[in-house]
């Protein structure tokens, strides 16, 4: 960075990467003392992405400051999604992990230093009868203490002199240092140690939980291939290929990606056939087949074929990008759980601080107590308040949600569900009504034909698609529909195409279309109609072949010659092979929900998909946007609190309104991921029972941790007043709380 960026005063807002943070009580002191500088109006540490973000008129060096005076280093990113100089990435796996990672810091490593040699001599001066001996033991002590100590020491008075905020630093410093007055220096050595470990520990964990979201980030390559084709004058074409950032793609640039490559960008395959790993993206593990014209995503894994892909959005705009963006903002946004946490937290300290020194001096000024510790051996006043000194900090209770929720997140955006936030999740762990839209919801949102037959109909019950008066009707359907693009005339062109028949009829000419009704057209001389029965002005009578349809169906398109009816092609919205089974799977994580279908389409078509599906408990049909919208309302004032589900575009009001937004296939749809609160990235309603069993997971878990992080800490106040509990106990019992809840919260990140 220039000189000039960072002695002229920046506003509007910052974004800085942080690095040394270990606990989400580190993130609170760092926000409260930036909060503190002048002309800094906000300021918000992301502890889940180490990210400090704000606004406000600063200069950076002033900012960089007081960080440090925290404790912490501060790193200005180069743009976008570069790579910081913040910590380097490590193996985090196993008991080499860990060690790994206590050898990288330096406070660490000392710390485990001292401990080695004072399991090394300390035992062994316990075994030595001259007076020397204890003095060297207590001369080790102090060194140990004073070693290990100092840099705890000076972070917790930093925290209070720069943040206003009494940390577990300062708490811990404060007890080993009156464990010192009264002669337990062994005993602080002990705490001090254990302290350390222990925050490494912690560190260690939280490390393990970000790892999984910066493994998501660097799933896009850094460099592609460019393909660079140049048409010479004797028209031959030579073609170069260079490689580049990715960063530095345009959309309309070529990208050459080989069989077995990562690909580099979104964009549409231009040249290549070859399977796609997209589990990255959407969470389907199987491959997908795809050829020209089909579109791809940045991070997903290139098959066995070689391919062209020109690309469409910039890098970063990337799907992969905006997912890890939004999962970003989301671990950035606090439920309101983790705010009443907060809340709790300000408070719990002080009054636990409080108590701790009403414990210390209470007893001994009025009713007579020892102070220090009595003759008798057992502990005095003052080694009690420091217990209680240690257990002050509500690490555990603060970093109980956020890494549960953040591990959760992490997992479900893994998994191909975008989930926006704390809120959100518990939102869709307390859902009861489920609103689906039906068209592209529900069923496949692509109408296909399902029924052919022509008037002389010749198939034979064994084989009823060998018949050549039907595929003759759908030869001749498809030349008049040829020139249309309505999803209906695709549907008939899709038949014929799968039938093999369609080059046996040229297109029509004169194609009119009847808004509403169908189209004509002219093939050989012979005037063609296909569409409704209004179109047949003089058709004679059709109940004698079609006693059970419904003529007035829009569904069902008419075939004829001048008015001479030829058949009839009936064409459908599939419902989706899954629906049934996720409705079913929902079902069975709890009775009580309650499935509503809301659509724009005619109550019949409605009601024939309910009924295929049987387990909607309620229809409500031609609805337009704004009338969806009021259906939400209303069900919210009749049931609570509703999860609407759609496609995320056309039913953006409904979305909007209800208390959570879900939007089918997102993977491809920006506007998807803007508007709904959960995004189903891969079109497959299966993935919303699982990414509710997931939440609701993730809400017992987050019960469990409050619970045991509250009840370990009242449960050592119970030991520690009597005077049952020693410091080293009281070491474990904050550290080691705050390291069981990190690690029951990051199970999320294994659940399957």
């Known amino acids: 960075m220039s000189q000039a960026a960072k002695t002229n005063p920046r506003s509007a807002p910052f974004r800085f990467k942080i690095a040394g943070m270990d606990c989400a009580n580190c993130a609170r002191t760092i926000e409260q003392g930036v909060r503190e500088l002048d002309g800094i109006s906000d300021a918000q540490v992301n502890f889940a992405s180490e990210v400090l973000e704000g606004r406000g008129h600063f200069d950076f060096d002033m900012l960089q400051k007081r960080v440090a005076a925290l404790g912490y280093r501060l790193v200005e990113p180069s743009g976008g999604d570069a790579p910081t100089e913040a910590e380097p990435e490590r193996s985090l796996v196993g008991l080499r992990g860990f060690l790994a990672y206590v050898w990288a810091d330096a406070a660490t490593r000392r710390a485990a230093w001292f401990a080695l040699a004072a399991l090394a001599t300390l035992p062994l001066l316990a075994f030595v009868a001259a007076p020397w001996a204890a003095d060297l033991a207590a001369l080790a002590h102090w060194i140990a203490i004073a070693a290990v100590g100092y840099p705890i020491a000076n972070r917790g008075l930093r925290s209070l002199l720069y943040a206003r905020r009494i940390t577990i630093d300062l708490l811990m410093t404060a007890a080993a240092l009156g464990a010192v007055a009264i002669g337990a220096s062994g005993e602080a050595v002990t705490v001090i140690l254990l302290f350390t470990l222990g925050e490494a520990l912690e560190g260690y964990s939280a490390a393990r939980s970000r790892h999984s979201l910066k493994a998501l980030l660097n799933l896009k390559p850094d460099r592609a291939t460019v393909v660079h084709r140049h048409e010479e004058a004797d028209g031959s074409t030579h073609t170069h290929y260079r490689q580049q950032p990715v960063a530095d793609l345009v959309p309309g640039d070529l990208v050459q990606v080989k069989a077995g490559e990562r690909i580099t960008c979104d964009g549409s395959i231009a040249e290549g056939l070859s399977e796609i790993d997209e589990a990255a993206i959407t969470g389907e593990p199987i491959p997908v087949t795809k050829s020209a014209g089909d579109e791809v995503f940045a991070g997903t894994i290139n098959g066995r074929g070689t391919l062209l892909i ?74 009690r308040g420091l217990a209680l000194l240690i257990v002050a900090c509500p690490c555990a209770l603060i970093i109980s949600i956020p890494v549960t929720v953040v591990s959760a997140l992490t997992r479900l955006a893994a998994l191909g569900v975008l989930v926006k936030g704390g809120a959100q999740l518990t939102a869709l762990a307390d859902a009861r009504v489920f609103a689906f839209d039906k068209t592209g919801t529900l069923t496949h949102g692509r109408p296909v034909v399902t029924g052919i037959r022509a008037r002389d109909c010749a198939h034979r019950e064994s084989d009823p698609d060998d018949c050549a008066p039907c595929d003759d009707l759908v030869a001749l359907a498809a030349s008049v529909e040829r020139g249309s693009s309505h999803p209906l005339a695709q549907a008939v062109i899709d038949a014929a195409a799968t039938r093999q028949l369609q080059h046996r009829y040229d297109t029509a000419t004169e194609i009119t279309t009847h808004t509403g009704q169908g189209v004509t057209g002219i093939l050989n001389g012979r005037r063609l109609t296909v569409g409704q029965q209004a179109l047949f002005q003089s058709a004679e009578a059709l109940e004698d072949w079609l006693p059970e349809q419904d003529l007035s169906d829009d569904t069902l398109m008419l075939v004829g010659e001048n008015d001479a009816v030829l058949g009839y092609i009936r064409v459908d919205d599939r419902v989706r092979a899954e629906s049934a089974e996720a409705l079913g799977a929902l079902k069975g994580l709890d009775e009580r929900f309650r499935f509503v279908m809301l659509t724009g389409d005619r109550r019949p078509v409605a009601d024939a998909v309910a009924a295929q599906l049987k387990l909607i408990d309620e229809v409500q049909a031609e609805l337009m946007p704004e009338q969806k919208l009021d259906a939400v309302r209303a069900l919210e004032d009749r049931h609570g609190d ?46 919303l029972p699982r990414a509710v069993r997931l939440a609701r997971k993730t809400r017992s878990l987050v019960r469990q941790n409050i619970a045991l992080s509250l009840g370990l800490k009242f449960a050592f106040l119970a030991l520690a007043i009597p005077g049952l509990a020693t410091l080293w106990m009281a070491v474990l019992a904050d550290v080691g709380a705050t390291v069981l809840v990190t690690m029951n919260g990051m199970r999320m990140l294994r659940a399957r």
């Open 310 to 383: 020109e690309v469409t959005r910039r890098a970063d705009d990337f799907t992969i990008a905006r997912i890890g963006q939004l999962v970003e903002q989301a671990q950035a946004q606090r439920s309101e759980a983790e705010r009443f946490v907060d809340r709790f937290a300000s408070w719990y300290t002080p009054a636990v601080v409080l108590l701790a020194v009403t414990v210390a001096v209470l007893p001994p000024l009025a009713f007579g107590q020892p102070f220090l510790a009595p003759a008798d051996g057992a502990p005095g006043w003052l080694y």
């Open 642 to 687: 509703v999860a609407m589900i759609g496609d995320g575009i056309n039913d953006a009001p409904a979305l909007a309104r209800a208390k959570l937004g879900i939007a089918m296939g997102g993977a491809g749809s920006h506007q998807a991921m803007e508007i709904a609160d959960v995004v189903l990235m891969r079109d497959d309603l299966m993935a």
